[in-house]
């Protein structure tokens, strides 16, 4: 049984949170998974995952073993209190605290790169991706018009903004699941463009868009860190070392835990990063 006296203070912790965790607030729990779950404030999502997992954009991973215990005991629609750097968990009539202020941050944010034709075509990461069946293995691409609207997105001018609002609009909410395969890819057309590209029409299309359409509540939560410029961990090292040499038993590694990510969204997600990176490149 929990105790009063469950305090988890070692763990790992998003540097997005302030973003969602700026004030002492009630909320609840949003949703209840095998392995994580997650907690909502002021309509934005925190997620609660094992040590040992990439960080979310917006998440706090504790030891798997207190995780668990969490997870045995608690509900969605149990109350939840954000008080002075602590979070409070009803879990069966006890209260359980993760303390945020003693958990190490990790530096999320998307780290802005030069990004070089060559460089890139030659990076064993960018290889990989290339490799990957998109048609075959992602949910983005279900016609031939959309296919079309892609190869018309690349040979645009960057700052073309009638097709980048085409492609967010058309993208944006399709598909199923959590996170749907038109987010994820809209998502990877983000990264890309926050990380190697002067230009943000892409983002101002969303942000947009995202003001007065909807979609998941896991999507927009993504997306609202996304257009803060913080991004999950294991895409932020895949962006960080889509520049340069990188060896080969890394970059399987490293693209390995991107496509291990979720049922398609780490495909999905790729699918836009190797779009963007095709039109940053041409």
Request: with cysteine; proline share 2%.
């Given at each position: 049984?929990?105790s ?9 912790k998003?540097?997005y ?5 700026y004030?002492?607030s009630?909320?609840?729990?949003h949703s ?5 779950f ?5 309509d934005q ?5 094992a040590?040992g997992?990439?960080?979310?954009a917006?998440g ?9 215990q969490?997870l045995?005991r608690i509900?969605?629609g149990?109350s ?5 750097g ?5 879990a069966?009539n006890h209260e359980?605290?993760?303390k945020?202020?003693k958990?190490s941050?990790v530096d999320?944010r ?11 075509k030659?990076?064993?990461i ?5 490799q990957?069946?998109?048609?075959g293995?992602s949910?983005?691409i279900q ?7 892609l190869?018309e997105?690349?040979?645009?001018q960057p ?6 609002k085409?492609i967010?609009?058309?993208?944006f909410?399709r598909g ?6 038109g987010?994820d890819?809209?998502?990877?057309l983000?990264m890309a463009?926050s990380c190697f590209s002067e230009?943000?029409?892409c983002r ?9 359409h ?6 927009r939560?993504?997306y ?7 991004v999950?961990e294991?895409?932020k ?9 990188v060896e080969?038993a890394?970059?399987?590694r490293?693209v390995?835990?991107?496509t ?7 495909i999905?997600?790729?699918?836009g990063?190797q779009?963007?990176?095709k039109?940053?490149?041409?």
């Amino acid at each position: 049984m929990i105790s009063n006296s469950l305090e988890i203070e070692y763990g790992v912790k998003s540097n997005y949170l302030p973003h969602i965790l700026y004030e002492n607030s009630v909320g609840n729990i949003h949703s209840v998974f095998q392995t994580s779950f997650n907690l909502v404030f002021h309509d934005q999502l925190v997620h609660v995952g094992a040590l040992g997992t990439p960080v979310s954009a917006f998440g706090v991973n504790i030891p798997g073993n207190s995780l668990q215990q969490l997870l045995d005991r608690i509900s969605a629609g149990n109350s939840v209190r954000y008080e002075d750097g602590k979070i409070m968990i009803d879990a069966l009539n006890h209260e359980a605290k993760i303390k945020l202020d003693k958990l190490s941050e990790v530096d999320l944010r998307v780290s802005r790169l030069p990004i070089d034709r060559l460089d890139v075509k030659n990076n064993e990461i960018f290889r990989l991706i290339n490799q990957i069946d998109f048609l075959g293995d992602s949910g983005v691409i279900q016609s031939a018009k959309e296919s079309s609207m892609l190869n018309e997105f690349i040979s645009a001018q960057p700052d073309h903004k009638k097709v980048n609002k085409a492609i967010i609009e058309h993208f944006f909410g399709r598909g199923i699941g959590l996170t749907p395969s038109g987010d994820d890819f809209i998502s990877g057309l983000i990264m890309a463009e926050s990380c190697f590209s002067e230009d943000s029409s892409c983002r101002e299309e969303l942000s947009e868009f995202l003001s007065s359409h909807s979609t998941t509540d896991v999507s927009r939560s993504y997306y609202q860190c996304l257009l803060k410029g913080y991004v999950s961990e294991s895409f932020k090292h895949l962006l960080n070392n889509l520049s340069g040499t990188v060896e080969i038993a890394k970059a399987r590694r490293i693209v390995k835990n991107v496509t291990n990510y979720g049922h398609t969204s780490g495909i999905d997600t790729l699918f836009g990063i190797q779009v963007a990176l095709k039109k940053l490149i041409q």
